[in-house]
């Protein structure tokens, strides 16, 4: 079902709000504010980045080169847009500089906004999905296209809030086949971790062939595609219609599954809690005694309509 013409309304006047309060707030176009800080996770320490998953230590004035127009340069406490650089070094014209409170602001924006309109609105020959759901993906993060669809899975519902928390694993790690509060299966010996380290509930492996609404929480709502199995290999394809893996991650979302290994004591009360939380981006932690596989976590927003 459409959303009705009064949420649609709503949300155009949103955003139209937004946009004029991040062109006040920076003075730079919506485009490249979304496009350049949506990607940019800034530390509460001063001086310290997050760019494309990769620690930057910033020391005096530095350059950070952008794939995207805007080019930003970071010093410990002001950031500065592209018309205030000068290759000798950096030199105002004039335009005030963007401390790193305002860019993360505009940067929390730019966010909201993109998962307001996911949630919200849904391209023409889909359905929006109430609740959203969440893929469990694998593949190589800058690829669009891949096989092994067959060993994704799927959550029905958020698994975080429905997890187990860490200091509970003992209580619920002594025996297979017992049950968690909110009623799914417990498997000691496969199991799943988030980046809080709270033990979430085993996706439903093995996703339906069709066509899915995914996002990041960044900047792109992708449609991912997923192929019937292969008779002859068994396995699925999948394709991205634009941009890759990565564009569509929700990078603060970290997951991975846990196999314990034969003849090891592997079990999450192996898990060391001063491991969590996991930093956006990074790798989930290892588990003493067991074979860990990481995966990237998407938005489910959408899904094909079969009337359409």
Request: glycine share 8%; with cysteine; proline share 7%.
């Amino acid at each position: 079902p459409q959303p009705h013409p009064a949420v649609t309304i709503t949300s155009m006047l949103l955003f139209v709000l937004v946009v004029a309060l991040l062109r006040q707030v920076v003075g730079w176009n919506a485009q490249s504010v979304i496009q350049s800080l949506s990607r940019t996770l800034i530390s509460p320490k001063c001086g310290i980045i997050y760019f494309n998953d990769k620690q930057i230590n910033v020391n005096g004035h530095a350059r950070a080169s952008f794939r995207h127009p805007s080019r930003l340069v970071i010093s410990s406490t002001r950031l500065y847009n592209k018309r205030s650089i000068k290759d000798d070094g950096i030199k105002s014209d004039g335009e005030p500089p963007l401390s790193f409170r305002r860019a993360l602001l505009a940067s929390t924006l730019a966010a909201t906004t993109e998962l307001i309109f996911s949630q919200q609105y849904v391209r023409p020959g889909f359905k929006r999905l109430k609740p959203t759901r969440f893929i469990a993906a694998l593949g190589d993060p800058q690829t669009s296209e891949g096989t092994g669809a067959e060993s994704w899975g799927l959550w029905e519902r958020d698994p975080g809030p429905r997890g187990i928390p860490f200091d509970q694993f003992d209580e619920y790690s002594s025996s297979n086949g017992r049950v968690a509060p909110t009623g799914w299966e417990i498997d000691n010996q496969d199991f799943w971790l988030e980046e809080h380290g709270i033990w979430m509930e085993t996706p439903k492996y093995d996703l339906s062939p069709g066509k899915y609404l995914v996002t990041g929480g960044r900047y792109q709502t992708n449609v991912l595609t997923i192929y019937p199995r292969d008779d002859e290999s068994g396995s699925k394809r999948w394709s991205l219609d634009k941009g890759v893996l990565y564009d569509v991650t929700h990078l603060p979302c970290r997951s991975a599954r846990y196999i314990a290994e034969e003849g090891r004591d592997g079990s999450p009360l192996q898990a060391r809690k001063e491991d969590f939380p996991v930093k956006p981006g990074a790798e989930m932690p290892a588990v003493n005694g067991c074979k860990k596989q990481d995966y990237a976590v998407l938005f489910v927003t959408g899904i094909a309509d079969s009337r359409s």
